[in-house]
């Protein structure tokens, strides 16, 4: 089965700044890879994902991510963040050829200070 | 198309009591889910069904029950709430063999 980690539990951050969250999975098959956001009091919605061919991946409001299959890793980036980014982000695995239902990591919440 | 709705938005219940948490979703999709979302948990799994007639176990499935009588419905029933049922559920609904999960608004839970 696989497993997913966010690494970075809280994040504060100053508009401006540059954010990176940290994602790994473990599963040594081909993986489809997503990034959720969840605005506070709203639902989770889909940021972006990865399911084949450039490993750097653009989603919306200026977010990517870059699978490193070496490093079983997805990491989020965004290089200059704005207050209504402040949101929890979720990780997600999906085994290929699996049941279609993700893995979820934890999540990271994301304060961003005006 | 309204996606995904969960009804009620919140609950109040005393422990011992039964409920159901419904869910609907209006995009002819196959799969649909059920997930309890916990402080620095993240979201775990209950429940989930590839089609109707189809149900599965999750990660935390215990005190739970669904079924899956039509494609667009999958109500999530507890059978004798308990405190530890405290949370916020969420349904997910996606396309055979496509794995982007539309959530719904989620239903925020309490048992006292």
């Known amino acids: 089965a696989q497993s997913v980690s966010q690494h970075n539990h809280h994040v504060i951050l100053s508009e401006a700044a540059s954010l990176e969250l940290g994602c790994n999975y473990s599963y040594g098959g081909t993986v489809n890879l997503f990034w959720y956001v969840q605005y506070p009091g709203q639902h989770l919605q889909l940021l972006l994902k990865y399911f084949s061919g450039d490993p750097l991946v653009k989603g919306i409001k200026g977010f990517e991510a870059e699978f490193i299959k070496s490093k079983f890793s997805f990491n989020l980036r965004k290089p200059s963040v704005q207050w209504s980014d402040t949101a929890e982000y979720f990780c997600a695995v999906n085994a290929e050829g699996g049941s279609y239902i993700p893995t979820f990591g934890r999540g990271t919440s994301l304060i961003v200070h005006p | 198309n309204a996606g995904v709705t969960q009804t009620p938005k919140f609950q109040v219940l005393k422990t011992g009591q039964s409920m159901t948490l419904q869910c609907a979703q209006d995009m002819n999709h196959e799969y649909m889910s059920w997930y309890r979302q916990d402080p620095g948990m993240g979201l775990r799994l209950i429940h989930y069904s590839v089609g109707a007639g189809i149900t599965d176990q999750g990660e935390v499935p215990n005190g739970y029950n669904v079924s899956r009588s039509t494609t667009e419905d999958f109500p999530l029933r507890l059978l004798s709430a308990a405190p530890s049922q405290t949370s916020v559920y969420f349904c997910?609904?996606?396309?055979?063999?496509?794995?982007?999960?539309?959530f719904g608004p989620g239903t925020r839970l309490t048992v006292t």
């Open positions: 997910a609904s996606s396309r055979l063999g496509e794995d982007e999960q539309y």
